[in-house]
Each structure stands twice: as structure tokens, then as C-alpha cells.
């Protein structure tokens, strides 16, 4: 049990589809984010919510879009994406001001 | 530019061996630096969390060590078990919140 709960684990789309990765914590942290792991790379930030404020964008294309409709839930739209796209999608979550992050098990996103 | 380095990219030793990881990082400011375990299909799980005046932080059979002057921390793991097989994550830390710089990591194998 991580605290932290992604849904799907996997997932496979076409380039025309949208879905959605859904993330919850249950930690009652106020900070939640968005990574992307691709093989062999860093982990690359997406998005950061503070309080359910969107504090970070990392340069996302805006075929990846996030919701954070309160501290606990953590949404990742996604549309028209590219094979490039494929990866782990890791959630985490923090309490603002200690820095650890404890995260999800991801969502494996494939592109076809 | 704020990088972190590990090596080696992979390593494989015999069950029961010791191994050591190595991290280089050139952040600055500086604020703390952790070590992650990830396992296959799974999220990063945090191991060690050290800040700029310690040295030395163990969990376990895991030991990590911090020269903040070299800026170099190493992970050594002692009486190795098939069960560490796991890629080792390297984070350095600018603020408390969420401004952290990832390695790459290394991908340990244990061989029976």
C-alpha cells in the first residue's frame, strides 16, 4: 500500500484517442505532481498543484492536460499524442515544505 | 547547469555480495539529497534523505554517504539479497518543496 493510487496501470491508445490517468492519495498531502519516466532517462516534471494550484507547467505540450479538482485527486488528460509519448506516468504527492515525495506504482502509456 | 550523475548505468553482483553506487552532482543551492529504490513496475520508494550537514545515513542493510565538498554520495549495500534487484535512483534537492534534480539511475541485477 503506497498512499498513493494510480489508475490505469496500463494503458494503450491511438494517436486520435483521449483518456485519462487518474491519480489519489491518501496521505492528506497539499502538493500533488505529474512525471514522466522514460527508459534509461531522468525523471522529467510535468506539472506541480499546491493546494489545488497549478504551480509549474514544464514547458508540457498542451496535449497532456491536468486537473486537480482538491488536494486528494489528480488528473492527466490526454489527446492526440504522439509515439514519443510513451512512458511511465508516475503521480506523487507531498506535504508542502518537507520535500519527500512519496509516489504511485505510474501508468504504462503506449502509443501506437 | 544543475546535473546529477550516476554510475555505473547497470551493475550485476552475486547474492550475497556488497556494492556500492555512485552519485556526482554539480546543484547549487543545495538543500538536501536522496537516494530512491524503484522497483520493475513500480514507483520510486525513498531510502535516505540526507541534508548538507550530514554524512552518513543508513536503513537497513543501506548505507549512503554525503561529501558535500566533492559533492559525491555513494549508496552501499551490504549482504545483498535477490530482492534489491531494483534500478537506485539518485535526487539532489535545490528547496524543500519541489525542485529536485534526478539521476538517471543504476539498474542493479542479483544473481542467485
Known amino acids: 500500500e503506497t498512499g498513493v493510487t494510480q489508475t490505469p496501470r496500463h494503458l494503450v491508445m491511438g494517436m486520435t484517442n483521449k483518456k485519462s490517468l487518474k491519480c489519489e492519495q491518501h496521505?492528506?498531502?497539499?502538493?500533488m505532481y505529474w512525471y514522466k519516466q522514460s527508459a534509461k532517462k531522468p525523471l522529467e516534471l510535468m506539472f506541480v498543484?499546491?493546494?489545488?494550484?497549478?504551480?509549474e507547467n514544464n514547458s508540457v505540450p498542451s496535449r497532456f492536460s491536468p486537473e486537480c479538482p482538491n488536494s486528494s485527486h489528480l488528473f492527466l488528460h490526454l489527446h492526440t499524442l504522439q509515439p514519443e509519448d510513451s512512458a511511465l506516468y508516475l503521480c506523487a504527492s507531498s506535504q508542502i515544505g518537507t520535500g519527500s515525495q512519496h509516489f504511485g506504482d505510474g501508468t504504462r502509456l503506449s502509443i501506437l | 547547469k544543475n546535473q546529477v550523475e550516476q554510475s555505473p548505468q547497470s551493475l550485476i553482483i552475486l547474492e550475497g555480495k556488497n556494492c556500492t553506487l555512485q552519485c556526482n552532482y554539480t546543484v547549487s543551492p543545495f538543500s538536501n539529497l536522496r537516494w530512491y529504490k524503484q522497483d520493475t513496475g513500480r514507483g520510486p520508494v525513498s531510502l535516505t534523505i540526507m541534508t548538507f550537514s550530514e554524512n552518513t545515513k543508513s536503513n537497513g542493510r543501506y548505507t549512503a554517504t554525503l561529501d558535500a565538498d566533492t559533492k559525491q554520495s555513494s549508496l552501499h549495500i551490504t549482504a545483498s539479497q535477490l530482492s534489491d534487484s531494483a534500478s537506485y535512483i539518485c535526487?539532489?534537492?535545490?528547496?524543500?518543496?519541489?525542485?529536485?534534480?534526478w539521476g538517471a539511475g543504476t539498474k542493479l541485477i542479483i544473481k542467485p
Open positions: 535526487v539532489v534537492s535545490l528547496d524543500s518543496n519541489y525542485q529536485l534534480i
Open positions: 498543484y499546491n493546494f489545488k494550484e497549478q504551480t
Open positions: 496521505l492528506g498531502h497539499n502538493a
